[in-house]
């Protein structure tokens, strides 16, 4: 039966030549895993394809299976098994000692931050959350923040209560904060923030701003003629993953060999659907890498931190799908499916759109440069907010007075003000700031690779093949998991400590670069 | 908040005026139902939507979900909380007493089989069907019975062995229907299905045969815009439900306003789409009016039998679905979405061929008179294979005699032959002669509710409103949930115990109108 023994490979053969202790402990750990697949295929389900009064319901079950993994993951049966397993590490072998060692040292952290929430405010949160998210949606659709502004006190109120649960030595957001960066401090982040602000300003000045060379609407479906083709090129497998649409673009990973992604279209910007695709299938190739870990699903076998996964769709929607490289692959693609010619669209007008620097009020539709003020706006607020340093109420003035000072723009209403994003009705706070340091690694891998490549360009424009930049990625960061952490990933890459002068000289350059084509 | 005291409203408010033993069971009854509609999700998702490699990932995680609750099912947890629960009963007023009698009986009986199925051989069962479904979806492609063999031969073992787990006076197969159809014996089945293949026989002869009325193909883009509004218009609302496609057609309830329904499209043959519809959406419908009942959800709110399940897909297929009034409304809708006019396609010989006995080799495109042969063939052989009677090889050579002596063709392949149903792979032995039972079940009833609402036709055929159907189903049958056991179900909604001459005068009166229109 090739299919049965296709399942002992995965859930069983892997395990049979350990000790029976570290046997039992890691077939606990995939159980948990499965469990928290499971919570991913109904989150997936719930915003790609489940009918409206579905929510409720829905909300229900999310929160069981999120209660259920948090009381094993913390449970007492856990805990032996992984005392038992830790007793018998001294019968391996050295070299493979030290990754068991890390491996028990990751586990035993999260167990003791989590196991400081009481699962009845785990569930609670998470209920919530579900909840809110259809709340959230309805007042952007009204763009009335006041609709959401309960809502979203009650889920502050929930994440300071978080924070104070998990405990911090300096402030609230910290606590917060290292639930999606490990280790990080607002205090450092605000000064890489306030660094990056200062050698944004020139480059933002001299940065062209371009017309759309589209002279009218784009047809959905010839947008998801293109997006469909998009994934399989960059490297992902059609039989592995799926694409669709939701009100948010969003990746997820459902299983071993099962990772979707969603975009969403609109017909007069026909780039963003296809810079939706280009970034989430960043973050699915990651996922994808990871689950090629021989010894996948592990605590080893997770993502680094969630900077190095931005990195990752980052580098895929920037430094790749932002090149002249990749245009001159795509760009007769396009004009086929999008039935046009060389005439309706010149190459030159799409490429210098596509780099061209619009101030926007909306953070996904932000161009790389001044993205990253968006960010910088949402860290300050977001972290004054759990700090107890402002209102909910007051958010749309402050929201606003900082859109006016560092983008220049006036938000005319809540849609395209402090309702826009998702993330708060998510309880996502501290995730932001992620996001810039994402770009800030992105940047200095892809600098790397350049050095180790230097002929990649024609593979990218002649073949559509970006192998070439698939593999390294998968050596240098896919295939190491959370083996290192953030810091030590970036440096064991890129032979040099994170920080932001790739990113500076990659923005520098982009701006030449689109002036001088 | 409205949506908290929403959800209240639905797993709390209901149960707070009950002492509390009766609270715990039930919070602990509606946990496992949760887990159950999780595995449903995950079910559903892997026959509509899953890309192909992530089939095996998906077996884990089901059968880790199946496992879980088994175990929760059948624990001293449960146990005891029904032991205490029951305990209380006296303190309630007697009307309310016998109630909650009858929903311990039920779960206790239903609790006896489980805990003789151990959770390993629940889990071995649940992951070889799930397997199991892509051998044979990959045989059936290739039309190559051998290449599923020794994977049902491995299920009939495997049912075999649950049939012994289980118990039974007879024969085994006796053991497997009780789990579809309880109480029912294959002796009486067989008693009964002999009466009705006497009576088909001079029924076949009368009935008249029609070419299709569509002179080329119907697009799939043409048909899914007619499948998508019958739906609603029959009752079933679209903010909790939706269509899709899979390669069996099915539905399936994943929360209390969370109702799925697949169909398949084939652009030769346009009605079996939309007779797809039909069919599972009053399954739907059924699933939608229990989800409807106060209490909902506890044991008394679940299906009555399969029987009665199917009696509600097959009453809007057939009853309304080839009814003159049904079609006298959609034609004009159906002429519109496929772009065509009634001389393409005129009434007439639409009608007919709806009505029309083609003889098929392929059950699920059977028409409504010769069906029911295509179940007697079926439970014949079924019977036989898990009684030991036949063997596993022998059966694409049973199953064509079979189908040269009922209806008469030979079957060429076995793709249209013995591989043609999913159920086998599923393990779903003593499934199938609930179809029938399912067809004699729906004539008795839609004839109770013709002489209740003799002038519904004009409702139908002008209005399109098929209110007065529904509410008369939701009152005499959705609404009993589980309270009666089939047999007293029906006999309370027509007063008469089940019988099969409304369906033999049912199919005798569409033979006369058919050659009169």
New interface residues.
Partial sequence: ?I??S??DS??RMALMALPEPLQAYRQFFQ?IK??Q??AS??HW?SEV??????R??????IA??SQLTHEWSVGSEYRDLIKNAKKVLNELPAHERSSWEREFSILEEEQKKLEKLPSEFVAELS??TN?AH??WADAKQKSNFSDFA??LE?IINLSRKQANYIGYTTEPYDALLDSYEKGAKASDIESLFQDLKLELIPIVESAPSFESPFNGPIAREKQEKLCKRIPSILGL??????LDSSHHPFSTS?????KRITTRYSEIDPLSSIFGVLHETGHSLYEAGLSMMEEWPTPLTEFCSLGVHESQSRLWENQVGRSKAFWEFIYPILLSDFQLTENDVPFKNLFRYINSTQKSKIRVEADQITYNLHIILRFEIERDLINEKIKVKDLPEIWNAKVKEYLGLEVENDAEGVLQDIHWSMAAFGYFPTYTLGNIFSAQLFSSFEKAHSNYKSNFRINGDFSVLLNWLRNEIHSKGKILDAKELIQSATLEYPNSKYLISYLKNKVQEVLSI
């Fill in positions: 039966m299919f049965d296709r399942i995965i859930f159980k499965s469990f697949d499971t295929v109904l389900d394809m489940m009918p409206k009064n579905g409720e319901y829905r909300a229900k079950q069981d299976l209920q919530t909840l259809a709340v309960p809502m009650k497998m059609e039989s592995e993953s799926r459902l299983g071993k060999m099962d």
